[in-house]
């Protein structure tokens, strides 16, 4: 119970709301969460456990994103609380890892709201947009960074950061510009209103031979500052089939989770990293 009081906390604050009773009211209050403020601060401070009833109620508040680490976070202690044991937990975790989903109650008032949440964040870049972000290094580095600082850039500023010419990058900046991802200011610093969004590529996105060279390129900047900085593998004997059936559902989950730790202003030790899997196949016996 503790567990979850703490985890509904950190996602209540993370949302914007400062104090329990300031998400209560804001929310709806009694009429909207279907109990008393007391029930719900009871719930909070990890006193009682969350009914279903208003633990759909909380997902909904939140407008949690079924895809985002925080409705794992919230769904996970939600059940721990009310299976109380862990290993029963792990064995229910087991059992929906694998095989037939639940069906979904598309009607319920999480459903809907997830369902808008997602919706609303989303946002596929048009093909002119795509073909600036994928077709030079300049433009891809233009696009992360705006894309991940809440702040404006101008050329000078990304230049020194990548490495790249101030022309190109200016080039680049002014293209993006018309295309209407970007907006400039009377400084000539640009900035990007859809850093919130999640943001898609538009139709098959890195030809083979682009992703290759991005690749390259990733690699001699990891080298230029300091190399992989976690390198942990395992080797075994596997079906190939199963191998490959089976590791999305245990790699997706950790790479969308990174997602809490992403920060759109510069700290004291921020920095660029790439998060990659990589399965080799090196014998066939």
Same mark, same amino acid.
């Given at each position: 119970m503790k567990n979850f009081g703490k985890t509904l906390r950190r996602l209540r604050?993370?949302?914007?709301?400062?104090?329990p009773r300031a998400f209560y009211r804001e929310r709806g209050g009694r009429a909207f969460f279907r109990c008393t403020y007391r029930q719900y601060s009871n719930v909070e401070t990890g006193r009682s456990k969350p009914s279903p009833?208003?633990?759909?109620?909380?997902g909904a508040g939140l407008r949690l994103n079924p895809d985002e680490k925080r409705s794992q976070e919230l769904v996970t202690a939600f059940l721990q609380?009310? &299976?109380? $044991?862990q290993s029963l937990f792990n064995f229910v975790q087991r059992t929906f890892s694998k095989g037939t989903?639940?069906?979904?109650?598309?009607?319920?008032?999480l459903n809907r709201a997830l369902s808008q949440t997602a919706k609303a964040r989303a946002h596929t870049l048009t093909k002119e947009q795509t073909d600036l972000?994928?077709?030079?290094?300049?433009?891809?580095?233009?696009f992360a960074i705006l894309t991940n600082d809440n702040g404006l850039w101008d050329a000078q500023e990304i230049a020194a950061v990548t490495g790249f010419s101030i022309p190109k990058i200016r080039s680049v900046l002014k293209k993006f510009e018309k295309t209407?991802? &970007?907006? $400039?200011?009377a400084k000539g610093k640009y900035g990007c209103d859809l850093r919130d969004k999640d943001l898609y590529l538009a139709g098959d996105s890195f030809s083979p031979i682009k992703m290759e060279e991005l690749q390259k390129h990733f690699k001699?900047?990891?080298t230029k500052h300091g190399g992989d900085r976690i390198v942990k593998f395992t080797n075994l004997r596997a079906s190939e089939a199963e191998l490959l059936s089976y590791l999305p559902e245990l790699v997706e989950p950790a790479h969308k989770g990174l997602g809490i730790y992403s920060k759109s202003a510069k700290g004291s030790d921020t920095a660029f990293?790439?998060?990659a899997t990589v399965v080799h196949k090196l014998l066939t016996f």
């Amino acid at each position: 119970m503790k567990n979850f009081g703490k985890t509904l906390r950190r996602l209540r604050e993370e949302a914007g709301y400062t104090t329990p009773r300031a998400f209560y009211r804001e929310r709806g209050g009694r009429a909207f969460f279907r109990c008393t403020y007391r029930q719900y601060s009871n719930v909070e401070t990890g006193r009682s456990k969350p009914s279903p009833a208003l633990f759909e109620k909380i997902g909904a508040g939140l407008r949690l994103n079924p895809d985002e680490k925080r409705s794992q976070e919230l769904v996970t202690a939600f059940l721990q609380a009310t &299976l109380g $044991s862990q290993s029963l937990f792990n064995f229910v975790q087991r059992t929906f890892s694998k095989g037939t989903r639940p069906a979904i109650d598309a009607d319920s008032p999480l459903n809907r709201a997830l369902s808008q949440t997602a919706k609303a964040r989303a946002h596929t870049l048009t093909k002119e947009q795509t073909d600036l972000i994928t077709g030079s290094l300049e433009g891809h580095w233009v696009f992360a960074i705006l894309t991940n600082d809440n702040g404006l850039w101008d050329a000078q500023e990304i230049a020194a950061v990548t490495g790249f010419s101030i022309p190109k990058i200016r080039s680049v900046l002014k293209k993006f510009e018309k295309t209407g991802l &970007l907006r $400039s200011d009377a400084k000539g610093k640009y900035g990007c209103d859809l850093r919130d969004k999640d943001l898609y590529l538009a139709g098959d996105s890195f030809s083979p031979i682009k992703m290759e060279e991005l690749q390259k390129h990733f690699k001699k900047l990891s080298t230029k500052h300091g190399g992989d900085r976690i390198v942990k593998f395992t080797n075994l004997r596997a079906s190939e089939a199963e191998l490959l059936s089976y590791l999305p559902e245990l790699v997706e989950p950790a790479h969308k989770g990174l997602g809490i730790y992403s920060k759109s202003a510069k700290g004291s030790d921020t920095a660029f990293f790439q998060v990659a899997t990589v399965v080799h196949k090196l014998l066939t016996f």
